[in-house]
């Protein structure tokens, strides 16, 4: 069965960084689009990347633009988000995602049980 697994989350003071891990098992990884979605306490959740089946093309929310770096290694079946110039307001559960084959930018199928990031000093 689809399994995907996070792990790298922690706490960090502002202005650190975290690099968030994501094994896939029970399909083909390297046949699927990618995606970390957020959620912060009473808030709905927040699609923060995706990445190609390839890794060769990478979209970002605005709120994270040039702080977050989304990669792959299909060799591996791992997905990652590197994080830095962490701010408070990153402060969520981050969930991996598997986006349908034909679906769309914020559709998933599949997600993750979530790591745990806070951003404190």
């Known amino acids: 069965q689809v399994q995907l697994v996070e792990s790298g989350g922690g706490l960090v003071r502002p202005g650190g960084s975290l690099r968030l891990s994501c094994v896939a098992s029970?399909?083909?990884?390297?046949?699927?689009?990618m995606s970390w979605v957020r959620q912060a306490p009473g808030k709905e959740p927040e699609w923060v990347s995706i990445?190609?089946?390839?890794?060769?093309?990478?979209m970002y929310a605005d709120s994270v633009k040039g702080r977050f770096t989304i990669s792959r290694d299909n060799a591996k079946n791992t997905l990652y988000l590197k994080m830095n110039s962490l701010k408070p307001e990153d402060t969520a559960l981050y969930y991996c995602?598997?986006?349908?084959?034909?679906?769309?930018?914020?559709?998933?199928?599949?997600w993750g049980q979530g790591t745990q990031v806070t951003v404190s000093s």
């Open positions: 995602a598997r986006r349908p084959i034909k679906g769309g930018l914020y559709e998933y199928d599949y």
């Open positions: 990445i190609n089946t390839n890794g060769g093309n990478r």
């Open positions: 029970g399909f083909t990884f390297s046949t699927y689009y």
